[in-house]
């Protein structure tokens, strides 16, 4: 279905677009704490499991690429 598909989309962005927010403050944290505090608070904002998943992956890979 189209809708599915877009709400998907939407809440991947959100949970994107929230966890960047919420990442900036987390810059002393070990890689671990980062992880830990990062789900706890998307959880806290009612995202799926699936989709914190995916957005955490994503946010390493960013991190990773800039050399961080």
Same mark, same amino acid.
């Given at each position: 279905d189209v809708a599915t598909?877009?709400?998907a989309v939407d809440d991947h962005q959100a949970a994107l677009a929230? %966890? &960047? +927010?919420?990442?900036?403050?987390?810059?002393?944290?070990?890689? @671990?704490q980062r992880r830990r505090?990062?789900?706890a608070h998307l %959880? &806290? +904002?009612?995202?799926?499991?699936?989709i914190i998943e995916e957005? @955490?992956?994503?946010?390493?890979?960013?991190s990773s690429s800039d050399g961080v």
């Open positions: 598909a877009l709400a929230a %966890a &960047r +927010r919420f990442n900036k403050r987390l810059v002393q944290c070990d890689p @671990i505090k990062l789900i %959880a &806290r +904002r009612g995202f799926e499991y699936a957005v @955490i992956a994503q946010l390493d890979a960013e």
